[in-house]
């Protein structure tokens, strides 16, 4: 029968900061201050610490990488939409007759400010037109599209 090692007690400095992760976890896990500062300094002072950290860095790394390609969807599809609205726009909407054209230029200001007020509604809204689009459509091919 091995008789068990007395624990060693030491003193140390904390961060206030430090000190209250220190608390809130131990409560939250039910564990003890010193429990919990000893699997810590075990963790930190392990071999295999290092590889933990990569592990922990990659695992960001990935979230963040998945972040920038729904970003990067997100502008594409802005982008088409507007060179689509763009397109149908320009070609539905005839020239204006010059005095007509005045009229309108007076008006532009107004209806932007419109425009401007429905797009901020709709942003507050809620689900916006990008989470509405499917992000595994399958383009046409080109004989589809003929």
């Known amino acids: 029968m091995t008789a068990r090692k007395k624990k060693v007690q030491i003193s140390v400095y904390l961060d ?13 896990r039910d564990h003890s201050q010193s429990l919990v500062a000893e699997a810590a300094i075990a963790s930190f002072l392990s071999p295999d610490a290092d ?9 960001r790394l990935d979230r963040i990488d998945r972040r920038i390609a729904r970003l990067e ?7 088409e939409t507007l060179a689509v609205f763009v397109r149908f726009w320009l070609a539905t909407t005839p020239a204006l007759p010059e005095p007509m054209a005045q009229a309108a230029r007076a008006k532009a200001s107004e209806r932007y ?8 509604r709709r942003l507050a809204k ?21």
Do not use: K, T
């Open 113 to 120: 400010e419109a425009f401007i007020s429905a797009l901020g």
């Open 73 to 79: 969807r997100d502008v594409g599809i802005a982008i």
């Open 16 to 28: 206030p900061a430090v000190m209250a992760a220190l608390l809130e976890y131990a409560a939250r």
């Open 126 to 146: 809620g689900p916006a037109l990008r989470q509405e689009i499917p992000e595994d459509v399958v383009p046409p091919s080109d004989a589809e599209r003929h």
């Open 51 to 59: 590889a933990h950290r990569e592990a922990a860095i990659s695992r």
